[in-house]
């Protein structure tokens, strides 16, 4: 494994692993909540993030939201409060730029706030959902989000059916969206780049092992090393510091190259 950081690489290494996302046959980016975090966006599980004020048990079950959605609600607005209004900062550009120049050729992300979008991606996986919709899950209405919908008192309700609705992610209890798609996606991916992420929780702890098992390569971009410290992180290169500086770095050398 070869470390590079934002100031001080070797250009020989910083060169090699361009090269290698240059040749890929079919390169993807695994993303969690540090590509977010530039946005104004902190990490739930950090300090001072969603989870240290609203325990997931308390208020992020399906089970709360079928029995008390009042109570789910005060989760829910305050996820508004975290996500609305936020823009893409350098790593979400970079990333986008990168499937414009044909570098990667999707974002599988664990994140909800719609950021890979905003910033021009076209091909984005949303493991987790999305806070753009709320969804009802009697009939499997869908309607669009406002920024109202998060800052009413009243608990919005299905325009079909009445029922109360919830932000269109995956509450814990729910299953994970879009893993078929993922895994076919994956099937003939040889390199996947790891960006923002420990990739500890699943599904997304299964996903870099899986490319590596079937002889694909990882790249990992953390302020702090991560998955490269586990096991199944046998990794080529990693980009150590702020993801900003670093998908922006290897984006430049591959279009210097
Ligand atoms: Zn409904």
Not at 62 to 88: D, M
Not at 90 to 110: C, D, P, W
Not at 116 to 144: K, M, N, P, W, Y
Request: with cysteine; glycine share 8%; proline share 6%.
């Amino acid at each position: 494994m070869q470390v590079i950081r934002p100031a001080g690489t070797p250009p020989e290494a910083l060169t090699a692993a361009a090269a290698l996302l240059r040749s890929a046959r079919k390169a993807v980016a695994l993303t969690g909540a540090g590509v977010s975090v530039a946005s104004g966006i902190p990490d739930f599980r950090s300090a001072g993030g969603l989870w240290t004020v609203f325990s997931p048990d308390e208020y992020a079950t399906l089970e709360v939201f079928q029995r008390n959605p009042a109570k789910a609600w005060e989760l829910y607005r305050a996820l508004g409060r975290t996500l609305l209004g936020r823009s893409p900062n350098l790593a979400h550009r970079a990333l986008a730029e990168m499937e414009r120049q044909g570098l990667i050729q999707g974002i599988i992300t664990q994140n909800v706030d719609n950021l890979h979008q905003q910033a021009g991606s076209t091909r984005v996986f949303e493991i987790h959902g999305d806070h753009q919709h709320l969804q009802c899950l009697h009939c499997a209405t869908l309607v669009a989000a406002t920024a109202d919908h998060y800052q009413a008192a009243e608990i919005p309700r299905c325009p079909h059916c009445a029922s109360p609705l919830k932000p269109n992610v995956v509450l814990f209890g729910e299953p994970v969206r879009q893993l078929e798609a993922i895994h076919a996606c994956l099937a003939d991916c040889d390199l996947l780049l790891v960006a923002g992420t420990s990739a500890q929780v699943y599904p997304a702890a299964a996903l870099p092992a899986l490319v590596r098992d079937r002889g694909g390569r990882l790249f990992e971009f953390n302020r702090e090393q991560a998955l490269s410290a586990t096991e199944h992180g046998q990794v080529e290169f990693l980009f150590l510091g702020d993801v900003g500086r670093t998908l922006p770095l290897l984006l430049r050398a591959c279009l210097a190259g």
